[in-house]
């Protein structure tokens, strides 16, 4: 049974409901479930669309329905096939069936396009979506994940959130469309040779959203307006983070700004990181190590420095507020047994429940914001659970199986919301996990706790690109990564510095890490029974090093009215900051082949430095005039060139007659 409904089409047969609706210009929204209704819409990462005219008709045996450059054609059989303006074929459905409908292919393995298979005595689902590959496409998007591989085709990946693992399910395909994944379960994707198949692995219905384009910007901004866009980025913003594994006290840290200040070098935010605090979940500052928060914050201001404060989102039964927000129902629940968590001595927040929500708020607006900080790193956005057990956790809004992918967006939303309602513009909190809608929170992505060499390296510049295709614009590293690196060895001082290099042309340039030797704590209690990790300021690593990094951030101050510009884009269309070649150069095949390189914004070319002891650099310059940075030399596009990169060089053009002064 097919019926029309408010430019809807529903599709009736046995136990499956199925919806095919416009979503937005050019794009639908495809729905089934074998339950009695849809889901409410509070689980879905989609905004409410504009009204689309439609075109809904009977052709060749099939309902077909179109939406500007997308139409939908349903089979007799219940499969969807999607089609451009111009009949090109852009994604369907796999199914391998024995069918009267002769047009379409007869086996007799009996795999249907969509399978429900049901959780015994519940209305939930294991949920299998399968299409048929497309043969050449390329893949982008889907977050960030700990690879090199910035097409995914090929590749399978966890639907699920882990410390330097964030799964945003938009899949931007070569052939012209994009693909959302609408449905926060734990499950995974295969893009195959042979099949593509999403599976949710405990659900009540499937939800994706599709859209049409002529080029990945149009593409890309579909989906911005479908999901949310950045706010702008404030000012400070586009400068320069310094962050390490802890400031411990508040001298410390005031004594790190002092310095760069009587250096001369431009920086714009400084960090107090984890366990400032006296317990996990008493959202304040131990006044034992940090004892006049208000005059930091005060100094720092008169030097032209934000302060960011960590927050997590774990409680420690010795905590303050442990016992309240237990009695109230604001924590995460186990299935079975003790509470979990992180670590195996603290709870989580139930950031799915408003009212628990609205009551951290209370505490970082009391013990912070009214301080005078209005930037916060919202850590553990995971959120970091003990081992992933995903099935041993339960939320608010459903099991952590079902609903587990949304915790970081409504983490960001959490402090988003309360800093809008404090009047507060330009929002933008650093997370370490985001899934689709993550964005118009003013979630600011980092790629989480990573290794400090050349391979993490690599892997980084992948994650950057596909976040910012996933329509995360908002993106860092730990420049130099997290784990590993010693300030004393010679081979991690080369990896810092290409990594500095690099970090001065992503979205925000951050520098963080827990640098080798470590050094213990300051006590046996509170904020300062945790240990530090060695200074990690630009000095810290000798002369040579300080001279490159001092160059590069005083090229990061030359930049920031550009990166301003680019923030601009982000804010009104969705528009990657940093994004592939193809992006800008959608006709040109060749770039469509290139991983290591991209572009910052749309008159940078960046060719970064990737491997140890790398001392010139190949890379193509597709159409136009391209000019080198470093040495003022001019190239016509279209070409491959090996240009020198000793270590205080980055390889970056500049498109000839733009008036970049750098």
């Known amino acids: 049974m097919i019926k029309q409904e408010d430019g809807r089409i529903y599709r009736r047969f046995d136990k499956e409901l ?56 349903i089979t007799p059989t219940g499969k969807l096939r999607f089609l451009n303006q111009d009949g090109k ?18 086996s007799a393995l009996e795999i249907e396009p969509r399978t429900f298979e049901p959780h015994q005595n519940t209305d939930n689902y294991r949920l299998t979506v399968r299409f048929e590959p497309v043969e050449g496409e390329k893949l982008y998007g889907m977050g960030q994940y700990q690879q090199p591989y910035l097409d995914v085709k090929g590749c399978c990946l966890e639907l699920a959130q882990r410390n330097s693992q964030a799964s945003v399910p938009f899949a931007l395909s070569s052939n012209g469309y994009g693909f959302l994944w609408n449905n926060p379960a734990i499950g995974s994707v295969t893009f195959g040779k042979n099949v593509t198949e999403w599976v949710a692995n405990s659900t009540k219905q499937m939800d994706y959203w599709i859209t049409a384009g002529d080029t990945p910007a149009e593409i890309e901004e579909a989906y911005a307006d479908a999901t949310g866009k950045v706010p702008m ?58 004892p006049d928060p208000k005059a930091m914050v005060d100094e720092l201001k008169e030097m032209g420095i934000e302060l960011m404060v960590s927050i997590w989102p774990t409680v420690e039964e010795t905590s303050e507020n442990y016992q309240e927000m237990e009695e109230l129902g604001y924590l995460t629940r186990s299935e079975h047994g003790k509470r979990l968590g992180q670590l195996n001595v603290a709870s989580l927040i139930d950031v799915t429940n ?40 339960r939320y608010f809004r459903g099991a952590d199986m079902e609903v587990g992918n949304m915790y970081p967006r409504e983490y960001a939303r959490m402090a988003y919301e309360g800093m809008e309602e404090e009047g ?32 993490s390296l690599r892997s980084q510049l992948a994650a950057g690109l596909n976040m910012g295709l996933s329509g995360l614009p908002w993106w860092t590293t730990d420049i130099g990564g997290f784990h590993g690196g010693n300030i004393n060895d010679e081979k991690f001082k080369e990896v810092l510095v290409r990594w500095f290099e690099f970090g001065a042309f992503c979205p925000v340039m951050r520098l963080h890490g827990f640098r080798e030797p470590f050094i213990p704590g300051l006590s046996e209690s509170g904020g300062g029974k945790h240990r530090s990790g060695s200074p990690n300021e630009v000095w810290t690593y000798g002369e040579e090093v300080l001279e490159i990094c001092t160059k590069y951030l005083k090229l990061r101050e030359r930049l920031r009215p550009y990166v301003t510009e ?55 310059l597709p159409e136009g005039t391209w000019r080198d940075i470093n040495d003022g030399k001019e190239y016509e596009g279209g070409q491959t060139i090996t240009v020198a990169a000793p270590l205080d060089t980055l390889p970056v053009f500049a498109k000839a007659g733009k008036c970049l002064e750098l």
Request: charged share 30%.
């Open 18 to 73: 199925l919806c095919v609706e416009p979503w937005g210009k050019n794009s639908f929204r495809v729905r089934a479930t074998q339950r009695y209704e849809f889901m409410p819409e509070d689980l879905s990462a989609l905004q409410e669309p504009e009204k689309c005219q439609v075109n809904i008709y009977e052709k060749e045996g099939c309902t077909v329905i179109e939406n500007g450059k997308i139409r939908c054609e």
């Open 354 to 393: 408003p009212d628990a929500r609205k009551y951290v708020w209370e505490k970082i607006k009391k013990n912070y914001y009214d301080l005078g900080i209005k930037v916060f790193w919202l850590d553990e956005a995971e959120p970091e659970l003990t081992g992933y057990e995903f099935s041993h956790y």
């Open 233 to 290: 980025m404030p000012e400070y913003g586009t400068g320069f983070w310094q962050c390490k594994l802890r400031y411990m006290t508040q001298d410390e840290i005031l004594e790190v700004a002092r310095e760069y200040k009587r250096r001369g070098l431009p920086i714009s935010v400084i960090v107090v990181d984890y366990f400032h605090w006296p317990n996990q979940g008493d959202w304040k500052f131990d006044k034992d190590f940090w």
């Open 566 to 620: 680019q923030m601009k884009e982000a804010h009104e269309k969705g528009t990657p900051i940093m994004r592939p070649l193809f992006y800008d150069f959608p006709e040109d095949k060749k770039v469509w082949e290139i991983e290591d390189e991209y572009m910052f914004g749309p008159d940078l070319l960046v060719a970064p430095i990737l491997y140890e002891n790398m001392k010139e650099r190949t890379l193509y």
């Open 424 to 455: 507060q513009e330009n929002i933008v909190n650093l997370l370490r996990c985001a899934w689709a809608g993550s964005q118009k929170y003013g979630a600011l992505v980092w790629s989480g706790d990573i290794d400090s060499s050349f391979r």
């Open 89 to 106: 074929l852009l994604l369907e459905e796999f199914e391998r069936i024995r069918a009267d409908y002769r047009k379409e292919y007869n």
